[in-house]
């Protein structure tokens, strides 16, 4: 008995300070419930593929590119120079390009100052300089591909006389001027598709994992043994059915003996109640 109350106050102090993990029955419960992981997990990647098919609005993209370049650098042997002072530069034409001066004026030309303010029309467009070149690509994003080749090409020309005005230059030359986009650049189905069944698959095995560890019911006679310090004797079934059976003969013996009380009651009144008609009587 003290060697019992001893293990028992042992596995107290344990589990009070020390959360055992088995990870071979985490894994063992995520099999059983693969089931369930995949269903949720197919149901969520249904749900994103038509989110983003038929929800998202279509995203296209336009891009022109500019080559900025001093015509008066005609020395060759400042060339490797005059090079590397421009991909600097670079830096500062992109801020031309997105600067208020040149997209409130594409917004005035445009007549959609209803449509856009600058700090919306600004998400719209992006500047990317390619590394070691004085290459500037602007990239207009919109719904419809036509309005998204027409921004890029106004930004492109207002940018342009900007940038020569400001950095005092000769000239912005257009490598390439903004193209038609046939094929939509968001949202991609596929990647969303991907993405919410992963997240619903790792949401369900979370969910079924932190249920494990938060369940402390004993079911097993190992459970008794892990967390009591004590072996089990035996196992005794446990069937409802017989104790819905046990219950309802309980009630009825209940009910059976309700009703002898309830005649012996009677039978005890009866008497009574003759002997007062019999004096009654007389």
């Not at 106004?154 to 900007?162: D, G, K, L, Q, T």
């Not at 017989?242 to 009677?266: A, E, L, M, P």
């Amino acid at each position: 008995m003290e060697q019992t109350d001893v293990n028992m106050n042992q596995n107290a102090q344990n589990s009070s300070g020390v959360i055992e993990i088995d990870i071979g029955e985490i894994i063992g419960i995520l099999i059983h419930r693969l089931w369930l992981i995949l269903l949720i997990g197919t149901v969520c990647a249904i749900a994103g593929f038509t989110f983003s098919k038929f929800v998202l609005p279509e995203e296209f993209k336009s891009t022109t590119k500019i080559y900025v370049l001093d015509k008066d650098s005609t020395d060759s042997s400042n060339i490797y120079t005059d090079l590397q002072v421009g991909s600097q530069l670079t830096k500062d034409y992109a801020e031309l390009i997105t600067s208020r001066y040149v997209l409130e004026s594409v917004i005035d030309t445009l007549g959609i100052s209803d449509r856009y303010d600058y700090d919306d029309f600004m998400e719209k467009v992006s500047v990317n300089t390619p590394v070691d070149t004085r290459i500037v690509a602007i990239t207009v994003t919109d719904t419809d591909p036509y309005t998204a080749q027409t921004i890029a090409n106004y930004i492109r020309e207002v940018s342009a006389e900007h940038i020569e005005n400001v950095m005092d230059i000769d000239a912005v030359n257009v490598v390439e001027v903004a193209n038609l986009p046939t094929e939509k650049s968001a949202p991609n189905c596929l990647l969303w598709t991907i993405g919410v069944f992963a997240l619903g698959t790792i949401l369900v095995a979370a969910l079924l994992i932190i249920h494990f560890l938060v369940d402390d019911t004993v079911k097993t006679s190992e459970d008794v043994e892990k967390y009591l310090g004590i072996s089990a004797l035996g196992i005794i079934p446990f069937d409802e059915n017989v104790t819905q059976d046990i219950g309802s003969q309980n009630f009825k013996k209940g009910k059976k003996s309700k009703k002898h009380k309830n005649y012996d009651d009677i039978r005890s009144i009866a008497p009574n109640v003759m002997d007062d008609s019999e004096n009654t009587g007389s």
